[in-house]
C-alpha cells in the first residue's frame, strides 16, 4: 500500500502541472467556490478552462455556481438551462448575462436548431447538420468535446461551433452515447460532406 504524503508536501491545490485546458463536469455539486479554486488554479498554471453544468435550468441554481464564472474561459450551457438560470427572455439575452456574470464565452447547444456562440464582442449562430436523428443522448457533451477540440486546434468561434455541431450530428444518428466510433477526420470527413439543416 502507497504511503500518504507526509502533511509538509500536501499541497492544498490539485497537482494540474502541465495541464493546457481543464473541463469541469458538474460544478453544481463541488459547489461555486470550490469550483472556482479549481478552475484558478488551473488557469495559474497557463491552461484554459471550461465547464458544464448538469443540472436542469431551475430559478436559483446559478447562485450555487456564480463564484466559477469569472474563473470560466468557456461555458457549455444547453437552451433550457441558459433561460432557466437568467429568466432572460431570449437565448442571445441570456448567454449575454452570464458572460456579465463573468463568462468568457457561451457556447449553447439548442437541439436541432445548432449552437449559439456569445462573448463580450461576439455572437455566432451555427445550424445544426441535416441527419435522421436516431437518439439525442450525449449530444451536448458531443458538442463540448468537438467545440473545446476545434478550438484547441486553432479554430474560430464559428470553426469550433461547426466542429461541435458536426460531433453531435453523429451521435445523434446512433443509439445511445457509444454508438459508433469517431476520430477528428471522420468528423471533419463528415462535417464537408453533409449540409447543414435550413
Same mark, same amino acid.
Given at each position: 500500500? !502507497?504511503? %500518504?504524503?507526509?502533511?509538509?508536501t $500536501?499541497?492544498t491545490?490539485?497537482p ?6 481543464? /473541463?469541469?463536469?458538474? %460544478? ?7 469550483? &472556482?479554486?479549481?478552475?484558478? /488554479? ?6 484554459t ?6 443540472? !436542469?435550468?431551475? =430559478? ?9 464564472l469569472?474563473? $470560466?474561459?468557456y461555458l457549455? =450551457? ?7 438560470? $437568467?429568466g ?6 441570456? &448567454? +449575454?448575462a ?21 462573448t463580450?464582442?461576439d ?26 477540440r476545434?478550438?484547441?486546434?486553432? +479554430?474560430?468561434?464559428r ?7 458536426? $460531433?453531435?450530428?453523429?451521435? &445523434? ?19 464537408a460532406?453533409?449540409? %447543414? +439543416?435550413?
Amino acid at each position: 500500500m !502507497p504511503t %500518504p504524503p507526509s502533511p509538509s508536501t $500536501t499541497s492544498t491545490s490539485p497537482p494540474l502541472d502541465g495541464i493546457t485546458h481543464l /473541463h469541469l463536469g458538474g %460544478p453544481e455539486f463541488l459547489g461555486g467556490e470550490a469550483a &472556482a479554486k479549481l478552475l484558478a /488554479h488551473a488557469r495559474s498554471l497557463g491552461a484554459t478552462t471550461s465547464l458544464d453544468l448538469l443540472a !436542469p435550468g431551475d =430559478p436559483g441554481l446559478l447562485e450555487w455556481v456564480a463564484d466559477a464564472l469569472p474563473q $470560466t474561459d468557456y461555458l457549455l =450551457p444547453n437552451d433550457e438551462q441558459v433561460l432557466g438560470f $437568467t429568466g432572460a427572455a431570449s437565448l442571445a439575452e441570456g &448567454a +449575454r448575462a452570464l458572460v456579465a456574470a463573468g463568462a468568457g464565452c457561451v457556447a449553447v447547444t439548442q437541439g436541432a436548431r445548432g449552437a449559439l456562440v456569445v462573448t463580450a464582442d461576439d455572437e455566432v449562430e451555427v445550424p445544426a447538420y441535416d441527419v435522421e436523428v436516431v437518439d439525442t443522448t450525449g449530444c451536448g457533451d458531443a458538442f463540448s468535446a468537438g467545440f473545446l477540440r476545434g478550438l484547441s486546434l486553432g +479554430r474560430d468561434l464559428r470553426g469550433a461551433a461547426e466542429l461541435g455541431c458536426a $460531433t453531435a450530428a453523429q451521435v &445523434a444518428g446512433g443509439l445511445g452515447t457509444d454508438a459508433g466510433s469517431y476520430s477528428l477526420a471522420s468528423v471533419e470527413e463528415f462535417l464537408a460532406a453533409t449540409p %447543414p +439543416r435550413r
